[in-house]
Structure formats: structure tokens, C-alpha cells
């Protein structure tokens, strides 16, 4: 009897300790579950951040590009510019490569206008499209790419130039203007001379008479940066299409980009009889036209003394 006691007492100690033993082992288990899901949540937040961060920072960054690529930029290009000195001007100011500018306007399939076929494609040319980038003043994006300047400056040209050419009833092409607008630029710098010079142009053209213009060397032995203070008389033999003491009649195309008073005086020419045209020592850019080649010897320069160069860089020197 007393054995079956003990023994029943035993089990019912032993199933009660079974019992605690898994109260105490289900109890754990909200805990460990409550801290791996607090852990998750630390480490999702954590990464989670870093993540949001990076994407912020990134998108920071993205609108920090967008903004600076957005920015205009302002770049004036002055009258009888050519296109080596543009691009010169353009790489020292921090706005396109001068190569790669120039590349740009070789490739003269990718803007539309139209007059681009206009323009003949003579051989020794050295840009087709020479003459015709306007001198203005332009804004462009910070991003923008050579070719988009380009546009914009053929455009404008295209804009100027249709409305002198309204009322223009000469014999010239447009080509043909541009090139002697482009030497008036050179050569005349008081404004009111430029109708002068387009006339003695004419008359010389007329007459069948070489040019002579002195730019015309330049533009070739200073690869067109115009740079030189003197033309050399060894200058002045130099075999190109340009040079207008070695060809007849117009160089091959125009020599610089003028400006829209050059292109009135080329459309415009005084009629007058002159036939040379000299500096005249005043300093201010001015000459003196004469109209026989003694008259034209006999007239005062203040052309550089050395006797290895021309009597001076904007004349027209010798007789024909």
C-alpha cells in the first residue's frame, strides 16, 4: 500500500515538474522571437538608412549636374573673327576645345540651313563654312556642344543676311559677297571707309587688276589667327587660293567672319575712280585713296621701316 502511494506521488511530482519545465520553456520563446524581431528592425533601419542616404546623396548629385549643365554661359565672338581665332578664343575661355570646335565646323552635314549648299566647294578652301559663323554675342548651356554654337551662329547669320540682301540688285552671289566683306573687315576699321574700299575692290575687279589686299596673306601665314603686324614681301609669293598678290580676281572664299556693316559696304560700294588706298599715319586706322599708282607712291605712310616688309598691313601696295 505504502509503495503505490510513493509511486503515485512520484508521478504526480514528475508530471507536474514536466509541466513547469514547459511553462518555463514556452516562455522564452516571445523573448528570443521579440528579440530577433527587434534585431531585424535595427539592422533593416540601419541599411535601410545607409541605403536612403546613398540614393539621396545620389540624387543630390544628379540635380547638382543637371543644374551646373543648365547654366548659360556667354560668349561673344567680336567682328572679323576667322574661325582659328574663334576657336582659340573660345579653348582660352574655358568653353569647347579648339579642336574640337574645329572638327565641328568641318562636318557640315549636321546643320540645316539651307545656304550651305550655296557655298562652292572649291579646292584649297580651308573652312566651306568660313564667313558665315555671325560675330554676336550668344548664351549658351554650360553642356552645350560645339555644333549647338554653331547652329546659333548660322542661324543668325542667315537671319542678317536675308534682310541686307532684300534689297541688293548686284551682280555678286552671296558667296562672293561674303568673301569681299570679309577682306572690308580686315582691312577697314573706321566704318565710313568700308564703302570706299568695297569701291576701289570693284574697280580693280573691274579692270581685271589683282587685289593686293594684305589680309588675304595673313590669313594664310598666320594660319589665320591674324597675329603678324607686318606681311613680309617673301609673304606675298606664298601659292595659296587666298593669297590675292599671287591669283586673280576674289581669294577662293572669305578670309574672316564679318560684321553686317562690311556686308552693307560689300552690297553697297562707293563709286569713285580710286584704285589704291594706303594708311594714312593718323593712328586711328584711316587711309588715304588715291587713284593712279605715282599718286599712290607719292602718298604718306606710316608704314614700319623695314625694308623686308610691305609699306603696310592694310594697303593696296602695288601697281598692277
Not at 520563446?29 to 534585431?39: M, Q, R, S, T
Not at 536612403?52 to 540624387?59: D, H, N, S, V
Not at 559677297?177 to 576699321?189: G, H
Not at 574672316?256 to 552693307?264: L, R, V
Request: glycine share 6%; hydrophobic share 30%.
Amino acid at each position: 500500500m505504502d509503495l503505490y502511494l510513493d509511486f503515485d506521488d512520484h508521478s504526480k511530482r514528475h508530471r507536474r515538474g514536466r509541466r513547469g519545465y514547459g511553462r518555463r520553456n514556452r516562455s522564452r520563446k516571445p523573448w528570443i522571437i521579440g528579440i530577433i524581431i527587434v534585431l531585424v528592425l535595427i539592422i533593416g533601419v540601419f541599411f535601410g538608412g545607409r541605403k536612403y542616404m546613398a540614393y539621396r546623396k545620389a540624387q543630390q548629385e544628379k540635380a547638382r549636374r543637371l543644374a551646373e549643365a543648365r547654366k548659360i554661359v556667354t560668349v561673344m565672338i567680336p567682328e572679323g573673327y576667322s574661325i582659328d581665332m574663334m576657336a582659340k578664343r573660345l579653348e582660352d575661355q574655358g568653353v569647347f576645345k579648339a579642336d574640337e570646335f574645329i572638327a565641328a565646323v568641318k562636318d557640315t552635314s549636321q546643320y540645316s540651313n539651307k545656304f550651305i549648299k550655296d557655298i562652292p566647294s572649291k579646292k584649297g578652301v580651308k573652312y566651306q563654312l568660313e564667313g558665315y559663323l555671325y560675330p554676336d554675342t550668344y548664351k549658351i548651356y554650360k553642356s552645350s556642344k560645339p555644333k549647338d554654337l554653331i547652329q546659333k551662329m548660322l542661324d543668325n547669320f542667315e537671319k542678317k543676311y536675308s534682310v541686307l540682301a532684300k534689297d541688293y540688285k548686284g551682280k555678286h552671289s552671296m558667296a562672293e559677297i561674303m568673301t569681299i566683306a570679309s577682306m572690308i573687315e580686315r582691312e577697314a576699321k573706321v566704318e565710313s571707309e568700308r564703302p570706299v574700299i568695297a569701291g576701289v575692290i570693284e574697280n580693280r575687279l573691274a579692270k581685271k587688276m589683282q587685289l593686293q589686299i594684305d589680309p588675304t596673306v595673313l590669313y594664310t601665314t598666320t594660319n589665320g589667327l591674324y597675329n603678324a603686324k607686318k606681311v613680309y614681301y617673301k609673304d606675298l609669293k606664298v601659292k595659296t587660293v587666298y593669297n590675292t598678290y599671287v591669283i586673280k580676281g576674289l581669294p577662293a572664299g572669305p578670309i574672316c567672319n564679318p560684321s553686317d556693316t562690311a556686308i552693307k559696304a560689300a552690297m553697297n560700294p562707293k563709286k569713285h575712280k580710286y584704285l589704291y588706298y594706303r594708311t594714312d599715319g593718323s593712328k586711328k586706322g584711316t587711309h588715304v585713296f588715291t587713284k593712279t599708282f605715282d599718286e599712290h607712291k607719292k602718298a604718306k605712310s606710316t608704314s614700319t621701316k623695314d625694308k623686308n616688309s610691305t609699306n603696310s598691313t592694310n594697303t593696296t601696295n602695288s601697281k598692277s
